[in-house]
């Protein structure tokens, strides 16, 4: 039995693995967890460090990631004339 694209396909239909029964119970807990925390978080009591590792988990979860681009980007070469006469 060969290997193609529709082989492939039925076999990534095949799951032997079972459904995740946990998974909405625990984010929820988590989550739970997570507000009571921040709610509960006096930054005025933080010192300088704390505020700098705080600062950088935030960013990691605000700032957009910078999306890489391979191509390489063609050079546009164009000529400056400059007009030296007053009608």
């Known amino acids: 039995m060969s290997f193609n694209s529709n082989t492939a396909r039925a076999a990534g239909q095949k799951s032997k693995r079972g459904k995740a029964t946990y998974t909405t119970e ?49 050079q546009k070469h164009f000529t400056v004339e400059v007009i030296d006469k007053l009608v």
């Open 26 to 74: 625990i984010r929820e807990k988590l989550n739970n967890l997570t507000d009571y925390l921040i709610e509960d978080l006096n930054i005025q009591e933080l010192d300088t460090n704390e505020k700098i590792a705080l600062l950088r988990i935030l960013l990691a979860f605000t700032l957009p990631k910078p999306k890489i681009n391979n191509e390489t980007q063609e």
